[in-house]
């Protein structure tokens, strides 16, 4: 099963779980993202071909990080004594992709952290 929805002027072809790099948005580790703009939807024999979008359908994602990586440009031109080196960090957004949503349908209710049970030291007897 995947879909392919579009952000930002990109388009995006996802699996559930899978790990993508949108633009940045704002939101700590862990919040949700909801896209809706899906352009089409295919599950073995069901396949689902928007004009322009499938109505209905939406993507809940989670946000991983906000990493950023440095690029850097460097100019050369030989025997010209002329170098340039400029850098550049766009921010984006890894989302891990959790549901892909039919239309009416409402995401799985996560059932709730299992209670640790405490450790249990064994009693200790009195020294005779």
Known sequence: MYAVFEDGSRQYRVSEGDVVKVDYRGGDSGARVEFGRVLLFADGTDTRIGQPLVEGMRIL????EHPSTKLYIQHFRRRKNSRRL?????????VRIRHILLPG???PIA???APVPPTETPATTPPA
């Open 61 to 64: 994602g989670e946000v991983v």
């Open 86 to 94: 400029r850098g550049h960090r766009q921010p984006y957004t890894n």
């Open 105 to 107: 349908q409402e995401p």
């Open 111 to 113: 059932p709730p952290p």
